[in-house]
């Protein structure tokens, strides 16, 4: 029993003793921009940073999304290698490390799902001095639904207290200012319409304009001019989930195949098929391969049912529950356009994809860049520009 309480008080002591390094740790670091939102986080983390290192700021970033790093003040990145499934703690080392770097900013994505993870992170650990929201869409329900009233209101738990927020969401604005108010802190909306056309031809990679938007609005809090922000999100390396097509010939056809896995809410998806479509309208011909994960069953559904009011030729299914899925789609009456490949490989896929008549054809993978679609785009990447 006495060993018990002696344990107990030592576990206690510890607790203080670890809450109070981590207090001095964040003291070290001037700025801490902390990203959150249901998609664009990486993405938007990766643009605050390239626009704050363009700027002269010193800066460090730490990435959550398709493949976690840390981004270091010349830009160059290593992985995070994680020994066993995510935890918010996580947060705790990168700001360590961060506080011994002579930084000036620390822009750090939000890693916690459930709301009070997402409330414990900003208010106990990060304390940011800048909060992003990105967006707020319909995903993780299971956590933090039922709706998107709900998914909203844990997004808002990152909000800081006496700050600012910056966000390029529009259709729950209202209950976010409302949110914002509570934590008596000052909710910027960003609009798209600040970026152009012209702006967006910069980036080599798909990238979405409310992401730049709100970036560039960031960078301006800064006092980092618009050219120079620009020039240096440019130059930064994009997420391994952004958008990107890779053309591979065979047998005197050319397969364009657009790695669209991270937009994995039926709203991004759409946003990326319309942009896609628009840069290549010479193809008709157009192919959808989902990529299912037996953990994100809801998110394949939603995907599925999105292909209802779809012009489309054929819809692959990959990964862990294909069978599942091809029920469904049968359900919905999209079965004749559906095709199982179950798991498979890059070479045995394309065989697949090559059954069918056209000489051109535009190929959207959609759905999960973990499991069998991380193959699919290691794939094609490789074989890019040649004939297979």
């Given at each position: 029993?006495?060993?018990?309480?002696?344990?107990?008080?030592?576990?206690?002591?510890?607790?203080?003793?670890?809450?109070?390094?981590?207090?001095?740790?964040?003291?070290?670091?001037?700025e801490?921009?902390?990203?959150?939102?249901?998609?664009?986080?990486?993405?938007?983390?990766?643009?605050?940073?390239?626009?704050?290192?363009?700027?002269?700021?010193?800066?460090?970033?730490?990435?959550?999304g398709?493949?976690?790093?840390?981004?270091?003040?010349?830009?160059?990145?290593?992985?995070?290698?994680?020994?066993?499934?995510?935890?918010?703690?996580?947060?705790?080392?990168?700001?360590?490390?961060?506080?011994?770097?002579?930084?000036?900013?620390?822009?750090?994505?939000?890693?916690?799902?459930?709301?009070?993870?997402?409330?414990?992170?900003?208010?106990?650990?990060?304390?940011s001095?800048?909060?992003?929201?990105?967006?707020?869409?319909?995903?993780?329900?299971d956590?933090?639904?039922?709706?998107?009233?709900?998914?909203?209101?844990?997004?808002?738990n990152?909000?800081?207290?006496?700050?600012?927020?910056?966000?390029?969401?529009?259709?729950?604005?209202?209950?976010?200012?409302?949110?914002?108010?509570?934590?008596?802190?000052?909710?910027?909306?960003?609009?798209?319409?600040?970026v152009?056309?012209?702006?967006?031809?910069?980036?080599?990679?798909?990238?979405?304009?409310e992401?730049?938007?709100?970036?560039l609005?960031?960078?301006?809090?800064?006092?980092?001019?618009?050219?120079?922000?620009?020039?240096?999100?440019?130059?930064?390396?994009?997420?391994?989930g952004?958008?990107?097509?890779?053309?591979?010939?065979?047998?005197?056809?050319?397969?364009?195949?657009?790695?669209?896995?991270?937009?994995?809410?039926?709203?991004?998806?759409?946003?990326?098929?319309?942009?896609?479509?628009?840069?290549?309208?010479?193809?008709?011909?157009?192919?959808?391969?989902?990529?299912?994960?037996?953990?994100?069953?809801?998110?394949?559904?939603?995907?599925?049912?999105?292909?209802?009011?779809?012009?489309?030729?054929?819809?692959?299914?990959?990964?862990?529950?294909?069978?599942?899925?091809?029920?469904?789609?049968?359900?919905?009456?999209?079965?004749?356009?559906?095709?199982?490949?179950?798991?498979?490989?890059?070479?045995?896929?394309?065989?697949?994809?090559?059954?069918?008549?056209?000489?051109?054809?535009?190929?959207?993978?959609?759905?999960?860049?973990?499991?069998?679609?991380?193959?699919?785009?290691?794939?094609?990447?490789?074989?890019?520009?040649?004939?297979?």
């Amino acid at each position: 029993m006495y060993g018990l309480i002696i344990a107990l008080f030592l576990f206690i002591i510890y607790g203080i003793i670890e809450y109070q390094q981590h207090q001095n740790n964040r003291k070290k670091i001037p700025e801490i921009i902390h990203v959150n939102g249901t998609r664009g986080k990486s993405s938007v983390t990766r643009l605050i940073a390239g626009g704050l290192r363009a700027g002269g700021i010193a800066t460090i970033a730490k990435t959550t999304g398709s493949a976690p790093v840390i981004i270091f003040e010349d830009g160059n990145e290593i992985p995070i290698k994680r020994h066993f499934s995510p935890n918010i703690r996580e947060q705790l080392k990168i700001i360590k490390f961060a506080s011994r770097r002579n930084i000036n900013t620390l822009v750090l994505e939000c890693m916690a799902v459930r709301p009070e993870y997402q409330w414990e992170t900003e208010h106990k650990m990060v304390r940011s001095s800048i909060g992003v929201i990105t967006n707020s869409r319909p995903d993780h329900l299971d956590v933090m639904g039922p709706g998107l009233r709900n998914v909203t209101l844990s997004l808002c738990n990152s909000i800081p207290g006496r700050g600012q927020i910056f966000t390029s969401e529009n259709k729950v604005l209202p209950l976010m200012q409302k949110q914002a108010k509570k934590h008596h802190s000052q909710l910027i909306s960003v609009e798209s319409e600040t970026v152009s056309d012209s702006d967006m031809k910069g980036f080599k990679h798909v990238e979405h304009i409310e992401n730049v938007a709100l970036a560039l609005k960031v960078c301006e809090k800064y006092g980092i001019s618009r050219e120079t922000a620009l020039k240096g999100m440019y130059e930064a390396k994009p997420d391994v989930g952004a958008t990107e097509t890779f053309a591979v010939k065979h047998k005197g056809k050319t397969i364009f195949f657009v790695h669209s896995f991270a937009a994995n809410d039926p709203e991004s998806t759409l946003y990326i098929i319309d942009y896609v479509r628009k840069l290549h309208p010479h193809l008709e011909s157009v192919a959808f391969v989902l990529s299912t994960r037996e953990d994100r069953m809801f998110r394949s559904k939603q995907l599925v049912y999105m292909m209802k009011d779809l012009p489309y030729d054929e819809l692959f299914l990959v990964g862990q529950q294909t069978a599942a899925i091809k029920n469904y789609s049968q359900k919905i009456g999209i079965s004749n356009k559906v095709t199982d490949c179950g798991w498979v490989s890059g070479e045995k896929f394309l065989q697949k994809v090559m059954k069918m008549p056209a000489k051109e054809i535009l190929l959207f993978g959609i759905g999960n860049i973990h499991g069998n679609g991380s193959i699919l785009v290691n794939y094609f990447k490789e074989r890019h520009g040649k004939h297979v």
